[in-house]
């Protein structure tokens, strides 16, 4: 399976600041997802990340708060703007290699003061 | 839209006894069944997954099962271990690469 990693593994940051997380991919991959987790909570798909065009972003989640980007096959950020306490979560993304089998990254652990 | 159910929240076991998580799914077009393990603080991992065409799949000690007919699918842990405390989640997929996942079971195993 691919190597995945994710920058920063951690950070604290003030309200109304921005966070934008990296997720590098050692090899070629169709699709990229962002997720949120919180604290003993099941996984929630807030974009698909598409290599070249807008990301497709799920009910409840848009771009002016979450843009993303994914410029080639092997990298996206996922940017969580204006940021309030109700953003402290864990960000995962996850690739999936056209086996409809994903593997996450190792997560990033927000907490907004 | 597809929704995944997945019971208990919670699975108590003795170190050694069997444990099962059982889901249920909605849309009966989902053909792809991944099962993931999360230990604190840690990523969620895939440890098996089964297809539509198939009814059971085994690897080791974990094995899954899927009846499509209920639409229900579930995980079997035999011979459980210290190691084997964690979070489980399975998930459903339609061949579209979007996953439906349930809400997870935590697993404890008793020594």
């Known amino acids: 399976s691919a190597v995945i990693s994710q920058k920063p593994s951690r950070d604290i940051c003030q309200r109304g600041t921005s966070l934008t997380i990296q997720c590098q991919v050692d090899s070629q991959v169709t699709m990229m997802f962002w997720y949120r987790q919180q604290p003993g909570q099941s996984l929630t798909l807030i974009a698909t990340a598409n290599q070249g065009s807008e990301a497709t972003y799920e009910s409840g989640f848009v771009i002016d708060k979450f843009p993303i980007s994914r410029p080639n096959l092997t990298f996206s950020t996922l940017t969580v703007s204006n940021m309030s306490p109700e953003d402290s979560s864990i960000y995962l993304c996850?690739?999936?290699?056209?086996?409809?089998?994903?593997?996450f990254g190792p997560g990033t652990r927000l907490l907004v003061l | 839209g597809e929704n995944v159910e997945q019971h208990p929240s919670t699975l108590s076991v003795q170190e050694g006894d069997s444990a099962v998580i059982k889901c249920t799914y909605s849309?009966?077009?989902?053909?792809?069944f991944p099962w993931y393990k999360q230990e604190l603080g840690k990523r969620p991992q895939l440890i098996i997954d089964?297809?539509?065409n198939v009814g059971e799949k085994k690897d080791q000690r974990i094995a899954v099962t899927l009846n499509k007919t209920a639409k229900h699918f579930s995980l079997h842990i035999t011979e459980t271990q210290p190691e084997d405390s964690a979070v489980y989640f399975c998930?459903?997929?339609?061949?579209?690469?979007?996953?439906?996942w349930g809400a997870g079971t935590k697993l404890i195993i008793k020594p």
């Open positions: 849309d009966s077009a989902s053909n792809y």
């Open positions: 089964i297809r539509s």
């Open positions: 998930a459903a997929s339609k061949s579209n690469y979007q996953l439906i």
């Open positions: 996850s690739v999936d290699q056209l086996q409809e089998t994903q593997y």
